[in-house]
């Protein structure tokens, strides 16, 4: 089948590997284009351009496509059977959608119609759902909106972090594009009323609220893994919050309660076990603790 691939990050990688290892024709793979990144801004190509050039590719990179009539007519001349899109970062105008005989294809990282949007791993962590997994579905003008074609399910457990979740749904992602490119599945439409959203995140989402309960800033850690990640601050220094797990205790919301940095949260309380200062080492908390004393009472987040 002639495709193709439209992807950015890690996350995509997988699914564009196994398209070529199946042996479809990929006429073009389009991703970001390459940005500065870094402590010293090096100009650097995203995980699909690194690994779409290694495999001898085309790689195009528009910065913008929705009014770069240019770049959708060259789209429309690859004469595609169909587009697959995975986490590519730009919004496909109507005209491109429709281009491809068998339309564009979407690897969405939830279970649609929840978590619809740019942060669907994260949410789903931070909501405290108990599964979420991956939907191809045919994609339309709606955020996400079209209609599904595959879905497998994953387990969140309470060890569950983004990390962890992202390497397993890319790997699922990648099956199942096979799957819909060589079965051609019946659509099924969402529902509706089931539709969630998950928006983009920020830096300033992982500031930890120390009046939240235990149970919530747990989620919000590992969720946030391995970004934007979640922070507090001590002693006027922002402080990394890498790992930590609830456990009884009570007292001031972000007040340190004994000397194994367990923190008290709106409701019992979490003890921190991995941390870091920016540009130093991450250390487990017994190790960051004799370096760094922080006695009971002190309080963080201040």
Known sequence: MRVAFMGSPDFAVPALQAIHNAG????????????????GQAVRRCPVHVVAD?????????????????????????NLDAAVVAAYGLILPPAMLQTPNRGCLNIHASLLPR?????????????????????????EAGLDTGPMLLRQSVA??????????????????????LLALTASPPPVPQREADATYAPKLSREDG???????????????????????????FGG????????????????????????????CGSHAIRLTRV????????????????????PGTVLGQ
């Not at 969140?156 to 594009?177: S, Y």
């Open 156 to 177: 969140i457990t309470p060890d569950t972090t983004t990390a962890k979740l992202h390497e397993t749904l890319a790997a699922i992602g990648a099956k199942l594009i």
């Open 54 to 78: 290694h495999l001898g590719l085309t790689v195009r990179t528009p910065a913008r496509l929705r009014s770069d009539p240019e770049a959708q007519s060259a789209f429309a001349a690859l």
């Open 207 to 233: 500031r930890i609220v120390w009046s939240n309960p235990a149970e919530r800033i747990d989620r919000q850690i590992r969720a946030f893994d391995p970004w934007p990640g979640t922070f507090t601050t």
């Open 276 to 295: 870091q200062f920016p540009g130093r080492a991450a250390l487990d908390a017994d190790a960051f603790l004799r370096g760094n004393p922080v006695p």
């Open 237 to 264: 220094n922002l402080l990394k919050i890498l790992a930590g797990k609830p456990t009884d205790g009570s007292g001031a919301p972000g007040t340190v309660l004994d000397t194994a940095l367990t923190v008290a």
């Open 24 to 39: 479809h024709d990929i006429a073009a793979v389009y991703c970001q284009p390459a940005r500065p990144a870094g402590r």
């Open 115 to 139: 978590w619809r949007g740019a942060a669907p791993i994260q949410a789903a962590v931070l909501a405290g759902d108990l599964e979420t997994g991956i939907t191809v579905m045919q994609m």
